[in-house]
């Protein structure tokens, strides 16, 4: 059985601050691309719904 050690605080801060990063300049991009896709998935289903 192997020990699995918890990642370092150092580790957790790097990979913190790279995702802060990243997300900041394209997570309402990415979030608004996900809401549209979502969004076009539910008034298809919808449709579909309705021509049944």
Known sequence: M????????DF???IM???EDFS????LVKLN?????E???EIRDN????NI
């Open 33 to 37: 691309l996900i809401l549209e896709k």
């Open 2 to 9: 192997k020990k699995i050690s918890e990642p370092s605080e």
């Open 12 to 14: 957790i801060n790097t």
């Open 47 to 50: 449709i579909k719904n309705l």
């Open 17 to 19: 601050s790279e995702y």
């Open 24 to 27: 900041s300049s394209t997570s």
């Open 39 to 41: 969004i076009n998935k």
